[in-house]
């Protein structure tokens, strides 16, 4: 069964740490990793992964696939208060009719 | 730029009773979609529809049904609604190629509850 696991759940840190997110999946035909933020209401776009080994940025946040060991982070340095929120991770497959959702990590920054 | 827009975006059922959720995209998408999202569940796929004129079942499509007659719209469909189904509903829509695979915009979500 195709699966997405976020670790952990829910993180607090204070205001100026850095913090890695976790993603592993088990998917048939696996075509691309993506990465969402979300706050109080739609989640929004972060990264798109297709590729293993190769890191994308922006600004403080930074992710990277290892599609060997099938797993993905997000990394993000000098958190603020405003990174604040629950981070989603989602692997879809090649002609595949979905694409799964992990359960998310609710990351909470302290000032 | 409106994006997409969900509405109602709050809404109070009986059980048994029936109602539309209309999604909107003005970005000219082809893939659009319908979500729910439960605590602890992430967001889990209800239909979607790769082009005007189609529809196809995602996830979890029991319960729910969907149309889209018109690239624009996406409408999902509760014919008797059940508690069950008290949850956040999410729209979203992505270009083509890549489709479902691909960046997805989401609207703003509808608060479902059914009592």
């Known amino acids: 069964e195709d699966k997405v696991v976020q670790s952990p759940l829910s993180l607090v840190v204070h205001e100026g740490d850095t913090v890695t997110l976790n993603c592993s999946y088990e998917?048939?035909?696996?075509?691309?990793l993506l990465w969402y933020k979300q706050e109080k209401k739609a989640p929004t776009f972060l990264f798109m992964l297709?590729?293993?080994?190769i890191e994308k940025k922006s600004g403080r946040l930074s992710s990277i696939l290892d599609k060997k060991e099938l797993f993905s982070i997000l990394n993000i340095t000098a958190t603020q208060t405003g990174d604040s929120a629950v981070y989603l991770c989602?692997?879809?497959?090649?002609?595949?009719?979905?694409?799964?959702f992990g359960s998310g990590t609710r990351l909470s920054i302290r000032p | 730029n409106a994006g997409v827009t969900q509405t109602p975006k709050f809404r109070v059922l009986k059980t048994g009773q029936s109602m539309t959720l209309l999604c909107a995209q003005d970005?000219?998408?082809?893939?659009m979609y319908w979500y729910r999202q439960d605590p602890g569940m992430g967001l889990r796929l209800i239909h979607y529809?790769?082009?005007?004129?189609?529809?196809a079942k995602g996830e979890v499509p029991d319960g729910y049904n969907v149309s889209r007659l018109k690239k624009q719209n996406f409408l999902l469909g509760l014919e008797s609604a059940a508690p069950s189904q008290t949850s956040v509903y999410f729209c979203?829509?992505?270009?083509?190629?890549?489709?479902?695979?691909?960046?997805?915009?989401f609207g703003q979500g509808t608060r479902l509850t059914v009592v």
């Open positions: 979203a829509s992505s270009y083509i190629p890549g489709g479902l695979n691909t960046e997805a915009f």
């Open positions: 998917v048939t035909n696996f075509r691309s």
């Open positions: 297709t590729s293993s080994g």
């Open positions: 989602a692997v879809g497959s090649l002609g595949a009719s979905k694409i799964i």
């Open positions: 970005m000219n998408h082809e893939y």
């Open positions: 529809s790769v082009g005007e004129g189609t529809t």
